[in-house]
């Protein structure tokens, strides 16, 4: 298995941006399904954005055109950029990779 570990996240105003970064305890370069989902409080999980092997993105419809994910193979690591915040944004970020554990999560926070 892989072992997951998400930083980045605090607390920005609206409008502003923030980078997550999601490091592997081993290599990703076989994981062929990269994932970002978030948490608010007092709801379900869901998805934010996911990055395959070959660079196909998705997206979630509330995310598109102010979210870019990214992967860097080489330093085990998949990327959130995230410009353009609002305060729905507010959550706890996980990546995941399909058949691994979910990491502890980092918070984002958007607010005035």
């Known amino acids: 298995q892989v072992q997951l570990v998400e930083s980045g996240g605090g607390l920005v105003q609206p409008g502003g941006s923030l980078r997550l970064s999601c490091i592997a305890s081993?290599?990703?370069?076989?994981?062929?399904?990269m994932g970002w989902y978030r948490q608010a409080p007092g709801k379900e999980r869901e998805f934010v954005a996911s990055?395959?092997?070959?660079?196909?993105?998705n997206y979630a419809d509330s995310v598109k055109g102010r979210f870019t994910i990214s992967r860097d193979n080489a330093k085990y690591t998949v990327y959130l950029q995230m410009n353009s915040l609002k305060s729905e944004d507010t959550a706890v970020y996980y990546c995941?990779?399909?058949?691994?554990?979910w990491g502890q999560g980092t918070q984002v926070t958007v607010s005035s």
């Open positions: 990055i395959e092997s070959g660079g196909i993105t």
């Open positions: 081993r290599s990703i370069f076989s994981i062929h399904f």
């Open positions: 995941k990779a399909p058949g691994n554990p």
